[in-house]
């Protein structure tokens, strides 16, 4: 059974840091796309950092440069640091893992994500 559960999330300042968890079982991590998501209510969950099989990552442009996404193949655990953050970037986040394995397109598409986690609400705050 896959299962996905974040973790990290909370309030913080404008310009402060956090770092997101998410916690795997179930399935070989390496071998999938995973990736970080994001919601705010009334509106569409939206890719925030994904990572490949191979390593490759991909960003919204919202993010770059102020957030990095990273996995522990041997934790099973898919990371998410998050600096310099913006009133912008309070939402729920999400981790999830794509539909297949052997995914070689690290893409932000939340229709390739077939598991979800159930979320980790994190608020920016002036």
């Known amino acids: 059974q896959v299962q996905l559960k974040e973790s990290g999330g909370g309030s913080v300042q404008t310009g402060g840091s956090v770092r997101l968890s998410c916690e795997s079982s179930?399935?070989?991590?390496?071998?999938?796309?995973v990736g970080w998501f994001r919601q705010v209510s009334g509106k569409e969950r939206e890719g925030v950092a994904v990572?490949?099989?191979?390593?490759?990552?991909a960003y919204a442009d919202s993010v770059k440069g102020r957030f990095s996404i990273s996995k522990d193949a041997v934790k099973n655990r898919l990371y998410l640091q998050m600096n310099n953050l913006k009133a912008e970037d309070t939402a729920m986040y999400y981790c999830?893992?794509?539909w297949g394995s052997g995914c070689y397109i690290a893409s932000t598409d939340r229709s390739q994500y077939r598991y979800w986690g159930q979320g980790t609400q994190v608020t920016v705050s002036a």
């Open positions: 999830a893992r794509s």
């Open positions: 179930g399935f070989t991590f390496i071998n999938y796309c």
């Open positions: 990572i490949d099989t191979d390593g490759r990552r």
